[in-house]
């Protein structure tokens, strides 16, 4: 487990979602490849030693790095996932509810159109499909609503998890003292 070869940095995946389900918040990197999902965890992330996980985030103004890493029985076929992301209400809440552990999992990502939803689906201006206009390009047709086109995503939660507890939230200023989140800057940014 000593392997001296760094880790791989993985971040070929669309972002991350963070949902309350099984009681606790999860951390959700998103994929919108199911295959491409389940072929990780088959190949990567089961390896891994759950009391090794940690989950780093490190904030630099209105964006922040998610940082992840962790032990594998596997270290041949390790990898750690970074992502540069906005800061987003999702994001808040997680910061201020997660007491310190979270199950990790992966997610499938689909957006969907008009024509694919049931009447009731709602629209991310927060509309249903029924009150948008299929004549009119989709158009929302609440007249103070913005929405131009019909548009939803949706997330499917993959059943097999990790447990974390081993979470932070850092300054750049002070990632120096922290192994992976100093690993992961040093080698997607500051060696850039
Ligand atoms: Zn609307
Ligand atoms: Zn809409």
Not at 52 to 57: H, Q, V
Not at 105 to 131: F, I, M, P, Q, W
Request: net charge neutral; hydrophobic share 35%.
């Amino acid at each position: 487990m000593s392997s001296q070869t760094p880790v791989p940095w993985f971040d070929d995946f669309v972002g991350v979602a963070y949902r309350y389900y099984d009681l606790r918040m999860n951390v959700v990197p998103l994929f919108s490849d199911r295959k491409k999902a389940t072929n990780l965890w088959h190949d990567s992330i089961r390896w891994w030693l759950d009391h090794s996980i940690k989950i780093r985030f490190v904030e630099t103004g209105d964006d922040y790095w998610f940082i992840m890493g962790a032990d594998s029985q596997h270290p041949q076929d390790n990898l750690s996932f970074f992502k540069v992301l906005p800061k987003s209400e999702n994001y808040d809440r997680f910061k201020k509810g997660h007491q310190g552990e979270a199950y990790f999992r992966l997610g499938v990502y689909s957006e969907k159109t008009l024509k694919d939803v049931k009447k009731d689906a709602v629209c991310n201006c927060g509309h249903a499909a029924e009150d948008h206009d299929k004549n009119d390009n989709d158009a929302c047709l609440y007249e103070v609503c913005k929405c131009k086109t019909f548009n939803s995503f949706q997330v499917n939660l993959l059943k097999k998890k990790k447990t974390v507890t081993n979470i932070e939230f850092l300054d750049e200023s002070n990632v120096k003292d922290d192994a992976l989140a100093w690993n992961c800057m040093n080698a997607n940014k500051y060696s850039k």
